[in-house]
C-alpha cells in the first residue's frame, strides 16, 4: 500500500510535468483559428513549390506540379468556391445525417437506460470487468456514456463494498481511451470514414480501396475483448492497491436507487430491442437474398461497392431512429411528433462547433488539394521514408506513437484527423498501406492518450468525481491513476493491431490493411 506521503510525491512529479503542457495547451487557438492558420500557410507555401515535379506510380505514371495560389485565379477561388468547398465537404452531411437519428436514442433516454441495464444483476467479481466493458463500448452515447459509466462505476464497486474511486476511475478510463473501440458503429466511424474518404481521394491507388464507415469495424470490435481484459487487469492489480487508504466521504450506495431501472424503462427497452431486431430482419431480407434489392444490380454481390454499402449513413440514422422512437413511446418520453421534431433538433444542436470547425477546414482541404501540396508531400515523404527503410508495420507503429503524442495536445478526433489525413493516407498508400490501414493505427493512438491530456474536456467533471472521495485530488492525482491505463492500451491495442495484420486479416468489410 503506498503512502500518502510517497502518492503527493508522485502527484507533484505529475504535476510540474501538466504544468507545462496546461500552459501550451492554453495557449492554442480555437480549432477554427488552426485552419485559417493552416490555410494561410497552404497559400504562402505553395508559391514556393510552383516549379516542383513529381511522378505518381502506376501503369500509367502522371506527372503533377505544384500550383501557386497568389495569384488572380487563386484569390478569387477563395469567393467564388467557398459555398462549394463547405457544401462538398463529406463529413458535414453524413454527422449531421446520423445525429438526427441519434439525438431520438439519447434524447428519449435509450442510451441512459440501455446503459443501467447492464451493470445490473453482476456477481462482484465480475463488476469491474462490467464496467470496462460497458466503458469502452459507451462511445456509441457520445457525452452521455462519458458521463454515466463513472458515475455507475463509483456506484456498482460501493454497492459491492469496493473503493468507489477506483470505480470511477475504471469507467472514465475504459470510456475515454478505449472510445474507438466498439461493437456498434457510431457516429465517429462516419465522420472519420468521411474524412479518409476525402484525403484519398487524392491518390488513385488510394481512391480505388473502400473507405465506408465500416472499414476498420471487424478490427474494432475484437479490440474491445482486448481492452476490457487488460482494463480490468490494470484496474485490480495498479488502481484499486493505489486507491487503499484513501479518506472517502460520503456514503454514495445510497445512490444506488438512480441506477435502478423504472418500469417505464424497462418497458421501453423492450420496445426498442423489438425494433431493432425488426429493422435488422428487415435489411437482411433486402441485402441476404442473391436478388435483394440492396445488392449491386449487375454483379449482385455486396462488396466492394453496392446499394448496401452506398446506403450506411441513411439506415444507421433509421437504426438509431426506430429504436428512440420505440424506447420513448414504449417509456412515455415521447408524446407525439412535438417531442420527436425536439429530440432530433437536440441532436444536432450540440453540432455547432463541428459546424464553425468543418467549414474552414472544408476550405483550408480544398485549397490544399488544389495547390498539389499533398501530392507532393505524399510522393517526396514516401522517397524519405524508402531512403531509411521505414516501411509496412514498422512504419504504422511509429505513426501511432506519434498521434499519440499529437493526442495529449490536441483531443479532437476529427480535427486531427482532417490536418493529418490528407498528408498521411496518400503517403501510406503509395507505400502498399491502404486508408483503412492507416485509419486503424490513427483510431489506436487518438484513443489511448485521451486521458492523460490536460486540455480534455471532460477533466474537470473526473476531478470533481474524484474529489467526492478525496477532497485532496488534483490534476496530478487524476493523471497519476489514469497513466496506467494509457500506458498498457497503447501497448495492448498496438501489439494486438501487429498481430492482426500478421494474420492478414481484415480491418472491415471489402477492407484490408494492405492496397491490392
Known amino acids: 500500500m503506498l503512502s500518502r506521503k510517497n502518492n503527493k510525491s508522485r502527484s507533484e512529479t505529475f504535476g510540474g510535468f501538466l504544468a507545462a503542457v496546461e500552459r501550451i ?28 515535379t513529381v511522378e505518381l506510380p502506376g501503369d500509367t505514371p502522371t506527372r503533377v506540379s505544384g500550383v501557386s495560389l497568389l495569384t488572380r485565379a487563386g484569390f478569387l477561388s477563395i469567393f467564388t468556391d467557398m459555398v462549394k468547398n463547405f457544401l462538398s465537404f463529406p463529413p458535414l452531411g453524413v454527422v449531421l445525417v446520423t445525429m438526427l ?64 474511486m477506483a470505480g470511477v476511475v475504471a469507467g472514465y478510463a475504459s470510456v475515454n481511451a478505449g472510445v474507438s473501440a466498439c461493437l456498434l458503429v457510431g457516429s465517429l466511424d462516419v465522420l472519420l470514414s468521411g474524412i479518409t474518404e476525402k484525403a484519398a481521394s487524392i491518390l488513385p491507388a488510394a481512391a480505388s ?12 470490435v475484437a479490440a474491445v475483448f482486448v481492452l476490457t481484459p487488460v482494463g480490468t487487469w490494470v484496474t485490480e492489480k495498479i488502481i484499486l492497491p493505489r486507491c487503499e487508504g484513501r ?30 431486431l425488426a429493422f435488422i430482419l428487415l435489411v437482411c431480407l433486402l441485402t441476404v437474398p442473391k436478388n435483394g434489392i440492396m445488392r449491386d444490380p449487375s454483379t449482385h454481390k455486396i462488396l466492394p461497392s453496392s446499394p448496401f454499402m452506398s446506403s450506411l449513413v441513411p439506415l444507421l440514422f433509421l437504426f438509431f431512429l426506430a429504436m428512440g422512437l420505440a424506447f420513448g413511446y414504449g417509456s412515455g418520453t415521447i408524446k407525439s411528433t412535438q417531442d420527436i421534431g425536439r ?32 501530392t507532393i508531400l505524399a510522393v517526396k515523404g514516401t522517397e524519405f521514408l524508402r531512403t531509411i527503410h521505414l516501411t509496412g508495420l514498422p512504419l504504422l507503429v511509429v505513426f501511432v506513437a506519434i498521434v499519440c503524442f499529437i493526442n495529449v495536445f490536441m483531443v479532437s478526433s476529427s480535427a486531427k484527423w482532417i490536418i493529418l489525413a490528407p498528408v498521411f493516407v496518400p503517403m501510406f498508400a503509395m507505400l502498399g498501406i491502404s486508408p483503412a ?69 481484415p480491418l472491415g468489410p471489402g477492407a484490408g490493411l494492405w492496397l491490392q
Open 25 to 52: 495547451g492554453n495557449k492554442l487557438p480555437h480549432p477554427f483559428m488552426l485552419f485559417v492558420f493552416l490555410l494561410i500557410l497552404v497559400f504562402v507555401v505553395s508559391y514556393f513549390i510552383k516549379g516542383v
Open 101 to 164: 437519428g441519434v439525438g431520438v436514442a439519447d434524447e428519449s433516454g435509450l442510451f441512459r437506460a440501455a446503459l443501467k441495464r447492464a451493470v445490473q444483476g453482476v456477481p462482484p467479481i465480475l463488476i469491474t470487468a462490467m464496467i470496462v466493458f460497458v466503458g469502452v463500448n459507451a462511445s456509441i452515447a457520445g457525452d452521455a456514456g462519458a458521463i454515466i459509466t463513472p458515475v455507475l462505476g463509483a456506484v456498482m464497486f460501493s454497492a459491492a463494498g469496493r473503493n468507489p
Open 209 to 220: 480501396s473502400p473507405t465506408h464507415p465500416l472499414i476498420n469495424w471487424y478490427f474494432l
Open 247 to 276: 479518506t472517502t466521504s460520503g456514503p454514495y450506495a445510497e445512490k444506488l436507487q438512480e441506477t435502478e431501472l423504472t418500469e417505464s424503462e424497462r418497458r421501453g427497452l423492450r420496445f426498442a430491442g423489438v425494433a431493432a
Open 343 to 374: 429530440f432530433m433538433g437536440a441532436g444536432i444542436s450540440g453540432l455547432s462547433g463541428f459546424v464553425v470547425v468543418s467549414f474552414f477546414a472544408a476550405q483550408f482541404i480544398a485549397f490544399f488539394q488544389k495547390s498539389n501540396m499533398a
Open 437 to 505: 490501414g492507416t485509419l486503424a493505427a490513427y483510431r489506436i493512438a487518438d484513443s489511448v492518450t485521451n486521458i492523460i491530456s490536460p486540455v480534455s474536456p471532460y477533466l474537470p467533471f473526473l476531478l470533481t468525481m474524484l474529489r467526492k472521495y478525496d477532497k485532496d485530488a488534483g490534476v496530478g492525482t487524476a493523471l497519476s491513476l489514469m497513466l496506467p491505463y494509457s500506458i498498457w492500451f497503447a501497448i495492448s491495442w498496438t501489439v494486438f493491431f501487429v498481430m492482426w495484420a500478421a494474420l492478414g486479416l
